[in-house]
DNA sequence: ATTAAATCGGACAAAATTGTCCTAGTTTAT
DNA sequence: ATAAACTAGGACAATTTTGTCCGATTTAAT
């Protein structure tokens, strides 16, 4: 579905935001361990998304990554997606045919276009904050 | 979504069977040639199928590969996917914890379920014949 | 000023996926 | 029998994705 990238982008993405919504900055140690992520392909995601004005990352000692309490609210987890794994979850055929394409379609065209509209909605319709609020009360979980 | 492998596999499945449905045997090349696939490694996709009863192969000269018409109703896109990305379609946890899991879900998992109930719906209801049926008519492409 | 704790970014390495090549074996036709 | 047209399968190569390492830079605290 997602590239490994991406997994750890929207649960880095998530954590941050929980621990911003408490007020503490995290730095990229921590939050290799809270998500259960490689700490130094991390890095490179998280730079990632701080070029994509996902997340906001602050240099030196004390330093770290946030999310400011409006982000966390507006951001939705399709542009985190797209942030990093670009439109292919958008435009790609499901058999792999150069682009999906309505006036070529592929035989799974019609029963594909479906779902992946349904995905997009819920991609477009879920908020970071959407996303933190069972993690504080222990209902969901990013690491296992 | 699904591997290159998995897809130039349902391409070439979908194929076979409608020239099966024609009552010709179709050889490797023509196949790859057909679906705008790698030719060897189709070559080892459509092993992987021939041993998980997907589709039939034949040897020697004049051989190829068919599909019987029982099987061509009967097969569903869900077991061509099965045979081979295996079941991670529907066991993968969309944020890439170990295994999805209802008792210690991950934050998007309430979300991600129904998609993939979808999807799954979808690739369990839809045959191989369902797929080939657009193709003689000209409404649907195996490549562009 | 110095040091320590961070991110940044480039180069590199490992692993997985995708793709190629070649030989062996099988079957049909001549 | 021999040749031709196939598939089977192992070994190998290229590419992409995933992951590591290390030096440079920034900032705060001492
Ligand atoms: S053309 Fe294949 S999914 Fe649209
Ligand atoms: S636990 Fe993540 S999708 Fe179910």
């Known amino acids: 579905m997602f590239s490994k990238a991406c ?9 941050i935001a929980s621990q911003s919504l408490e007020g503490t900055r995290v730095s990229l140690k921590e939050i290799a361990e809270k998500i259960d992520s490689p700490v130094a392909f991390t890095a490179k995601v998280l730079q990632q998304l701080s070029k ?3 997340i906001e990352s602050v240099k030196g ?21 797209y942030a990093i794994d670009g439109n292919n979850v958008y435009e790609g055929c499901g058999l792999g045919l150069k682009r ?28 970071l904050y ?9 209902l969901t979980y990013l690491r296992r």
């Not at 997994?7 to 954590?15: M, N, Q, T, V």
């Not at 959407?130 to 222990?138: A, F, I, S, V």
């Open 7 to 15: 997994e750890y982008g929207i649960r880095a993405s998530i954590y």
């Open 52 to 54: 994509n004005k996902i």
């Open 61 to 81: 000692s004390s330093g770290g990554f946030e999310i400011s309490k409006n982000n966390i609210l507006r951001i939705k987890l399709s542009q985190i997606v």
């Open 100 to 127: 999906c394409n309505a006036k070529e379609p592929c035989p799974v065209h019609n029963r594909f276009v479906e779902i992946r509209a349904e995905l997009k909605n819920m991609l477009e319709s879920t908020t």
């Open 130 to 138: 959407d996303m933190t609020m069972g993690l504080e009360q222990g």
